[in-house]
């Protein structure tokens, strides 16, 4: 990893924690003090308690004042040499029961913070995705960004709180320890203990360094090779139809178990190199604790003063076996917030305007204004495409496939910014109006409307939430849809299993269609809304739709004739331009792609196929 990729990790590290970590002050602060106060406990504390305590019980040694004026006022002088042997064994429990409180106090208030920023940080990722363009969402695997939201979060935060947590104590902890050490060294001349000390110290730090990077290249591709993984699995729930009509089972299960093991693989490299560090570092300080015995006895230290001095190196290597983790732990949290930034940074192509124009209901006209537009550069769907629709027109769009009829409506809606000129509504350029004022404009009734998780009323009152039950009612009514709602078990309460199975496509376009009453939109945009729909059901579904279209502004998307016969204008798309627009009998007259298109259709329909 180049030093620079490195020194990024770590920014994005540090910029993960003052963001994040500064709302949480209250439970943050208290919790690294409890931490500060285990570490002290821990280093120095229990070594110097061990130091204590052993001569006591051990050479008969005096209790240490105030303790040994607490035994003589309580027990006989007989009873005085046992009871200050216990007294003074009490201490050892003591010190690591008001540590173990301490570090207790410390891992709870900081977990609760962790999760409260978890919360925070999947929240955002979230809003993000709400907020960022379509062509965002097109251009990344919906695996990939699911595990942003749901693992990648949930990994961050295990990963803040370790580190935070780490960060305190394991310091301070080796901070006291090494503080005893020098202490005791200077007291009996035995710096030799501590050069040795800061040579391990040192001898560990490229073990670490280098385990580390080696982990960050591991991470970053488990980060990629889950989020296949996550591809491959929701592709497979969400296309069960397919797979099982076109028999894919087999090749899905195939598919799937090469992305597992390459998950594998991955996962079990960054494992050798996590695992082989402790063992490493162990040795390390294993050699270098066999050495303090040698120069200790040959400098003539006692048992206590040995086993004081054995106590306080195991806490100075603990901290320093994990520091190391914690290195590489700050690196992976890094690299993975690097991915996250991918959708947090990522540049919004459909800006918000600072300050909207406020449209308070929209009368319905639409205007193109020398519209262009590619979705790759380049390569240009819309060409130069002027155009004005009055409010109330019902405008039909037709053309061959990929003539760019389905462009103009996306650039209606603003799921797309045209490249060059602007489209209007009511005068006002689109990207002028606020995103709430531009969603209530624009109603959208498309081929395979989704349910949401919720009752048949809630799928409803989507269309405007708030609206009564009197209200969604009337919609359902409008949308002939009170039919089969009534006579289906559980009414309008009835639960929608997911995605709206048990449904068929009729009733779900029904509720579709009841939603754009509710909405109430000037703008109307029905977007191959009986394509998918038998002729029964089509010509059901039509007269709502008609009545829906009544007073609105609406443009109609479909290849079956039969579905554009109320519209009163006819728009001819040819390669991305209007090479049409007028009624069915001008343009049959005038029009020869018009022509074509209609005599192909009319004459399927006499053969009995698709009118
Ligand atoms: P129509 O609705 O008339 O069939 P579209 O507007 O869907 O046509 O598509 C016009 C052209 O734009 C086609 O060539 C299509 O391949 C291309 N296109 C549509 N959507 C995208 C996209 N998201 N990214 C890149 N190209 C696209």
């Not at 990207?431 to 949401?452: E, H, K, N």
């Not at 068929?504 to 029904?510: E, K, T």
């Not at 090479?579 to 029009?591: F, N, Q, T």
Request: positive net charge; glycine residues 8%.
């Amino acid at each position: 990893m180049s030093a620079q990729a490195e020194d990024s990790v770590w920014k994005k590290y540090g910029f993960l924690f003052h963001t994040y970590i500064s709302g949480e002050k209250g439970r943050v602060v208290p919790g690294l003090l409890f931490g500060a106060a285990a570490a002290a406990l821990g280093g120095a504390g229990l070594p110097a308690i061990v130091e204590t305590v052993l001569p006591i019980v051990f050479g008969g040694e005096p209790l240490p004042e105030p303790l040994a004026g607490w035994v003589r006022d309580r027990f006989s002088p007989e009873e005085i040499p046992s009871a200050a042997m216990w007294a003074a064994a009490v201490l050892i429990p003591l010190v690591i029961m008001v540590r173990g409180g301490a570090a207790f106090l410390n891992s709870y208030l900081l977990a609760k913070a962790g999760l409260r920023i978890l919360e925070k940080l999947r929240l955002r990722l979230f809003e993000r995705l709400q907020e960022l363009p379509l062509a965002f969402h097109e251009r990344h695997k919906r695996g990939e960004l699911l595990n942003q939201v749901l693992g990648n979060t949930s990994l961050l935060q295990g990963n803040m709180i370790a580190i935070l947590n780490d960060l305190v104590i394991q310091p301070l902890t080796l901070l006291s320890a090494f503080g005893y050490l020098l202490y005791t060294a200077l007291r009996h001349s035995e710096a030799a203990m501590l050069l040795v000390n800061l040579a391990v110290t040192g001898a560990c730090i490229p073990v670490i360094k280098r385990v580390g990077s080696r982990m960050v290249r591991k991470t970053r591709r488990i980060v990629d090779s889950y989020a296949d993984m996550t591809s491959v699995v929701e592709e497979n729930l969400t296309a069960q139809r397919d797979i099982r009509s076109l028999n894919l089972e087999e090749m899905q299960v195939e598919l799937l178990r090469a992305r597992v093991r390459e998950y594998i693989a991955h996962s079990l490299r960054l494992s050798f190199w996590s695992q082989a560090l402790a063992p490493a570092i162990e040795v390390i300080s294993a050699c270098a604790l066999a050495f303090s015995l040698y120069m200790g006895c040959r400098g003539g230290l006692s048992l206590e003063q040995f086993a004081a001095i054995a106590m306080a190196f195991y806490y100075c290597y603990t901290p320093i076996k994990t520091l190391g983790g914690v290195q590489n732990l700050i690196r992976v949290t890094g690299a993975v917030y690097e991915k996250m930034e991918e959708v947090l940074e990522a540049p919004d192509e459909t800006p918000e305007p600072a300050r909207p124009v406020p449209l308070v209901r929209a009368r319905g006209e639409v205007s193109f204004r020398r519209v262009s537009f590619s979705y790759l550069p380049g390569v240009p769907v819309l060409r130069e495409v002027s155009l004005e629709v009055p409010a109330g027109q019902i405008v039909a769009l037709v053309g061959p496939s990929g003539s760019g009829k389905t462009t103009f409506i996306n650039l209606i809606c603003r799921f797309y910014d045209a490249r060059e000129g602007s489209v209007c509504l009511d005068g006002v350029d689109v990207r002028c109006l606020s995103r709430a004022d531009r969603a209530r404009a624009v109603g959208l009734v498309s081929q395979f409307p989704v349910l949401f998780r919720g009752s048949v009323a809630d799928n409803i009152r989507v269309g405007r939430p708030g609206a009564s039950d009197a209200e969604v009612r009337e919609a359902a009514r409008l949308a002939c849809a009170d039919e089969f709602i009534d006579s289906s078990p559980g009414g309008a309460a009835r639960l929608i299993a997911d995605g709206g199975e048990g449904l068929s496509g009729g009733q779900r376009q029904r509720i579709s269609i009841a939603r754009a009453f509710l909405k109430n939109a000037p703008v109307l945009i029905l977007d191959e809304a009986t394509a998918s729909l038998d002729m029964n059901s089509e010509a059901q579904i039509q007269r709502s739709l008609e009545s829906l279209a009544r007073r609105r502004t609406t443009f109609i998307v479909a290849h079956r004739f039969s579905a554009i016969r109320m519209a009163q204008r006819i728009l001819v798309f040819d390669r991305g331009r209007i090479v049409g627009d007028g009624s069915h009998d001008e343009l049959y007259a005038s029009s020869p792609l018009y022509r074509g298109l209609f005599d192909r259709q009319a004459a399927g329909a006499g053969k009995g196929g698709a009118a």
